[in-house]
């Protein structure tokens, strides 16, 4: 079980790079590297909240929960 980021895919249709998200919502390119690979142990709401803002997106098009089956199908 866990939770899986698509805040690549977002970025993606947004047409805007990770470095310039980075710079807009106040924090580092290693920070958001690190969100977007889905190795992060948390995540501040009011980050969140500047990711959609930016994005112009729900919290549900970046994260998603995914059971142990969905997860070990993907591997």
Do not use: W, Y
Not at 19 to 30: D, P, S
């Amino acid at each position: 079980m866990g939770i899986s980021v698509s805040l690549d895919v977002v970025l993606a249709k947004r047409k805007m790079r990770s470095k310039e998200l980075a710079a807009r919502v106040g924090i580092t390119e290693q920070n958001l590297s690190i969100l977007k690979s889905g190795r992060a142990k948390a995540i501040r709401f009011s980050t969140l909240s500047a990711i959609c803002e930016h994005l112009e997106c729900q919290p549900g098009d970046i994260l998603q929960f995914k059971t142990e089956k969905e997860t070990a199908g993907s591997t």
